[in-house]
């Protein structure tokens, strides 16, 4: 059946299974270890990240995918695509927009960060870290996958969406949220990185590790904005939460309000911050743009 579901549901479908799976070992690699020192850190982000692109290769061998520990991939993967793909038959029966039935592999490119919230793994703050599997074509953000492990006291979930379509599995804060809420590093935090919030005039902020985990927030509507002026992060770990907050109708760009490109690059760098929200985008990038225009 899953032969005729466009490709990048078929891609999509993996992910989830992958980003799951990708959870589960991280959380081996926890239980297994004495201490979250940095190499149980490096076994958890190489297996995850193994396990992830040697099974998109496997099924998907005209995908471009670039993880962020770029490491060399073993062929020796023996995921049947049932076990990967047929499995999600919600994703599967989606209704797939008619802009992006007729992709093929080769027109995809998927970033992969097999472990974001590294900080927050090592120091044990478990609920930060994530799995993003992030799908774009011609240079946008379409889908992806949001996967957090140790959600709900280590329940976990898996948070995907696709543009066009809609968004799944979030836990939606149930009351109006007051004030202005902020997210933002807790582990970078230069001068420009606190002036940007600052200059945002919040009536909270939430200092977390993990952009995954921030956009998160924003998502499930505990914070308004995430807002990180700095050179940090890199288009694995934007591309999945840029998906998934467009599908819901937010927005991520930089923090002076201009669109990422998720065209495979050298430059993986996301040079001009992140900006994340669900309203009121441009009243951030405006103040951030009169302050901070000439320091990033
Ligand atoms: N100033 C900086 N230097 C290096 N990495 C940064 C950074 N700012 C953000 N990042 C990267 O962006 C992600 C989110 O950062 P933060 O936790 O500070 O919000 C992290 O991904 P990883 O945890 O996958 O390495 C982190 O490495
Ligand atoms: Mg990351």
Redesign the pocket.
């Known amino acids: 059946m899953s032969q005729q579901v466009p490709v990048i549901l078929r891609v999509l479908s993996a992910s989830l299974t992958l980003a799951s799976r990708a959870g589960q070992l991280i959380k081996d690699v926890v239980k297994s270890g004495t201490s979250l020192d940095i190499i149980d850190k490096v076994e958890a982000d190489r297996e995850s990240e193994q396990l992830i692109i040697s099974s998109l290769s496997k099924h998907f061998p005209h995908l471009q995918i670039r993880g962020?520990e770029n490491i060399q991939i073993h062929t020796t993967n023996n995921t049947t695509f049932e076990e990967l793909v047929n499995v999600n038959k919600d994703v599967l029966q989606t209704k797939c927009p008619n802009e992006f039935k007729n992709l093929e592999e080769k027109d995809i490119v998927v970033w992969v960060?097999p472990?974001?919230?590294?900080?927050?793994f090592t120091e044990g703050r478990l609920e930060g870290v994530t799995v993003l599997i992030g799908i774009a074509t011609q240079g946008n953000p379409v889908a992806g996958v949001i996967h957090q492990p140790y959600f709900n006291s280590g329940e976990g979930r898996n948070v995907w969406g696709m543009i066009n379509s809609g968004v799944h599995g979030l836990n939606k804060n149930q009351q109006p949220l007051l004030g202005r809420i902020i997210a933002g590093?807790?582990?970078?935090r230069?001068k420009t990185v606190m002036e940007a919030v600052k200059i945002c005039e919040p009536t909270e902020v939430i200092q977390i590790?993990?952009?995954g985990c921030?956009v998160l927030l924003v998502l499930d509507g505990k914070a308004h904005a995430y807002i990180?002026a700095?050179?940090?992060?890199?288009l694995w770990?934007t591309c999945a939460p840029d998906a998934i907050l467009r599908a819901a109708g937010g927005r991520l760009t930089d923090v002076f309000g201009k669109d990422i490109s998720y065209d495979l690059n050298d430059n993986t760098s996301v040079q001009t911050g992140v900006l994340a929200t669900m309203n009121d985008h441009d009243w951030y990038t405006q103040r951030i743009r009169e302050k901070l225009q000439n320091q990033l």
Do not use: Y
């Open positions: 962020e960060d472990l974001d919230g590294t900080r927050e590093s807790l582990s970078h230069s590790g993990g952009c921030k990180h700095s050179k940090g992060c890199s770990d």
